[in-house]
């Protein structure tokens, strides 16, 4: 694994945004850790990997104006920089609440987890970042240990300063099973059964909230019972001989 940098002043983020925006890769790699108290979840650190194992810890709460001058909306809005993430609903209504920005060019895995459910006729259903890690990623023992170790807490938790190294390690472990080729393996299942106009939708209602999803897999649950054929198809005329056949059967107990 890379190393983890803490990014916690607007000079260290301006350095950091260069490095990534300048570099030849074009995808990285974003989890986020939010604040969930009296307020809707504010987000209190941004974690973004590069293709070549770096992980920076943009930490919102205690950086200063790091969104826009350190420079950080430029990653998140780039359209030449793909971003991959697990479930951005929460994270994208969360940007644009408080800093009023919106991802552009992004891979949404959750989304994508979906797709291939309803492609195999299944229900579609939420994933864990390190479900989909275990199903997807290429399994390394030292990233294994450390999901083993994380830090899995919610509340005012992540509102803590300074980081201990426990919690810096647990934010670079949401985005390092993602770096894990979890993208390069499902983007290749989706490429080969042509499902990415599909996909497109999909990642266009997880990035404008949990209202557009509920829509959109009520749909696809719907679309997914209509494509369950029955076991056994009747004629409309041996439907209606098996009809006159049947009828009650009185029971003798002795």
């Keep these: 694994m890379g190393r983890i940098h803490l990014v916690d002043s607007t ?15 074009d995808r990285v790699f ?4 939010q604040v969930f108290h009296e307020q809707p979840g504010d987000l209190a650190l941004i ?3 590069t293709v070549d194992g770096q992980v920076y810890l943009f930490d919102l709460k205690h950086g200063g104006d790091i969104m826009f001058e350190g420079l950080l909306w430029r990653v ?3 359209q030449q920089l793909l ?3 697990h479930d951005c609903r929460h994270a994208s209504a969360a940007l644009h609440r408080q800093f009023g920005v919106s991802m552009r060019d992004v891979f949404d895995t959750q989304a994508a987890y979906c797709l291939l459910m309803v492609d ?14 275990y199903k997807y990623g290429d399994h390394d023992e030292a990233l294994v240990q450390c999901i083993q170790e994380r830090v899995d807490a919610a509340g005012i938790f992540w509102c803590q300063r300074p980081l201990s190294k426990g919690m810096i390690r647990s ?25 990415e106009r599909d996909l497109a939708e999909y990642i266009k209602a997880y990035n404008h909230g949990t209202k557009q999803v509920s829509k959109l897999q009520k749909m696809a649950t719907l679309k997914v019972q209509r494509s369950r054929r029955p076991v056994l198809a ?3 005329r041996q439907t209606e001989l098996l009809r006159n056949t049947i009828h009650p059967v009185d029971l003798v107990i002795t």
């Excluded at 974003?30 to 850790?33: F, R």
């Excluded at 934010?171 to 499902?195: F, K, P």
């Design 11 to 25: 000079s260290k983020s301006k350095a950091a945004v260069q490095k990534i925006l300048l570099s030849d890769h």
């Design 30 to 33: 974003i989890a986020v850790k």
């Design 47 to 49: 974690t973004v990997g």
């Design 76 to 78: 998140l809005q780039s």
């Design 83 to 85: 971003k991959i993430i």
């Design 120 to 133: 195999q006729r299944l229900t579609p259903r939420h994933i864990s970042t390190t479900d989909l890690y």
């Design 171 to 195: 934010a670079a472990c949401d985005v390092q099973m993602l770096m894990s080729h979890v993208y390069e393996n499902m983007n290749r299942e989706i490429t080969a059964l042509a499902l």
């Design 234 to 236: 009747l004629t409309d």
